[in-house]
């Protein structure tokens, strides 16, 4: 059984920084792909950063230059380090990790979700 679990949400001041973890659990052999989304009340889920297995990142537009998506290997987690953060990054943020084991071939699990509120 796999589990991926986040951690790191909290309140921060505009300008203010903060780091979320996602961390993968279980009995598997690789992590394929890392993904942050994050949902704002009344807006629809947006897909924040991408982490490849051989390293690749991507990022929205509304948080390039921002936010980075570090990795830890040996630890199996994936952080999201948010810097210069406004308001409107308020939201929760998910984190969705694609899987590899023997038994169940690539799977996508996701996170029950952090939340991040930033304050004007």
């Known amino acids: 059984q796999v589990q991926v679990v986040e951690s790191g949400g909290g309140l921060v001041q505009f300008g203010g920084s903060l780091r979320l973890s996602c961390a993968a659990f279980g009995s598997f052999v690789r992590i394929n792909i890392m993904e942050w989304y994050r949902q704002a009340p009344g807006k629809e889920r947006e897909l924040v950063a991408t982490?490849?297995?051989?390293?690749?990142?991507t990022y929205a537009d509304s948080v390039k230059g921002r936010f980075t998506i570090p990795k830890d290997n040996a630890k199996n987690t994936a952080y999201l380090e948010m810097n210069s953060l406004k308001p409107e990054d308020t939201a929760v943020y998910h984190c969705?990790?694609?899987?590899?084991?023997?038994?169940?071939?690539?799977?996508?699990?996701w996170g029950q979700g952090t939340q991040v509120t930033v304050s004007s």
């Open positions: 969705r990790a694609n899987i590899w084991g023997p038994l169940y071939g690539s799977k996508w699990y």
């Open positions: 982490m490849a297995s051989g390293g690749t990142t």
